[in-house]
């Protein structure tokens, strides 16, 4: 079983005109289709067809995480161990998400669900994939991200969610929390070879605490944080932060329906192959400098806000 990435989320959004402004020019995706109610984006530094699908809906959320597989064959094998474990399945035909092949949706014990799928189209890098010019043209305000790195989902019993994508999906573990008793509260889990993918904590079942884009350096993360206040974007209160979990730059905002993002970038690199890294334990006790490593201690709404 190979889960190669996280390829993308779809996002449930009130008003899709100002959602696709905001992810064009507050974030740097380029759209790259349309279909009744639905627009789709990439980054520059992805060659599939889409990093986000935005859904016109009457609440924000998330409709489902898309996830890369390496061979055809591994979505059947997905589908039985979904099935073996009392989640529910679905199968999607090729074209049912643009520019996507056939695919697998499971419902996780979360209710969050994931899509599974092998092929996707490739539209090529933005710079274009012949004697690429490494500047982007038409580049309006912003350095667009690099790509979608990571997203982090709640639900009331996160150990069950993530003992799934550990031991069935072979997600490796790579960060952690875990209560006095031994239970696992919160999990940062890698497909590839950065440190997380999927991230899941606690929290009401479904909801979605934020999805993060990789940008280049701390430089351009300090200018993005100016244009998020300068553009009056909604953010949390803190602006350029860090993590202890991931060691990672952050800042955190919102599109207009109210879906969390973050601009991240410095995540440390793993083998991303199931058990062979053992995974960073943090303490219940130990969040505030897990989470925000500066401030030493969380904001409520950091917890209680979720899409
Ligand atoms: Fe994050």
């Not at 990435?5 to 959602?19: C, E, F, I």
């Not at 599939?48 to 064959?73: M, Q, R, T």
């Not at 890098?125 to 982090?152: F, Q």
């Not at 590839?192 to 993360?221: E, K, S, W």
Request: negative net charge; contains cysteine.
């Amino acid at each position: 079983m190979a889960i190669i990435r996280l390829s993308y989320a779809s996002l449930n959004v009130t008003d899709l005109g100002k959602a696709e402004q905001h992810y064009a020019k507050v974030v740097g995706l380029r759209t790259t289709g349309k279909t009744e109610g639905r627009v789709y984006m990439q980054a520059p530094d992805s060659q599939d067809h889409h990093c986000l699908i935005l859904n016109e809906s009457a609440s924000a959320g998330l409709c489902h995480f898309g996830l890369k597989v390496s061979a055809p064959e591994d979505l059947q094998e997905a589908a039985d161990k979904a099935a073996a474990a009392g989640l529910k399945v679905e199968w999607l035909k090729a074209g049912d998400i643009l520019g996507q092949g056939e695919s697998v949706m499971i419902t996780l014990p979360s209710t969050h669900r994931i899509n599974l799928f092998h092929h996707s189209e490739d539209i090529g890098y933005e710079t274009g994939m012949r004697d690429p010019d490494p500047i982007l043209k038409n580049v309006d305000g912003v350095n667009p991200v690099s790509h979608l790195d990571h997203a982090l989902m709640v639900c009331s019993n996160p150990a069950e969610t993530i003992r799934f994508l550990r031991d069935e999906l072979d997600f490796n573990l790579s960060e952690c929390g875990t209560a006095p008793d031994g239970t696992l509260f919160l999990g940062f889990l890698s497909a590839g070879n950065t440190m997380h993918q999927l991230a899941v904590a606690p929290g009401p079942d479904g909801g979605l605490h934020h999805i993060a884009f990789y940008v280049y350096d701390r430089a351009d993360l300090i200018r993005r944080v100016d244009l998020l206040k300068h553009r009056g974007v909604p953010t949390l209160e803190y602006g350029l932060t860090r993590h202890g979990v991931a060691g990672v730059t952050t800042t955190y905002f919102f599109d207009p329906s109210g879906n969390r993002n973050e601009f991240q970038c410095g995540a440390y690199e793993t083998s991303g192959a199931s058990g062979r890294v053992r995974p960073i334990n943090w303490k219940p006790e130990d969040l505030g400098q897990a989470t925000f490593y500066y401030e030493g201690s969380v904001p409520e709404q950091f917890y209680t806000v979720v899409s």
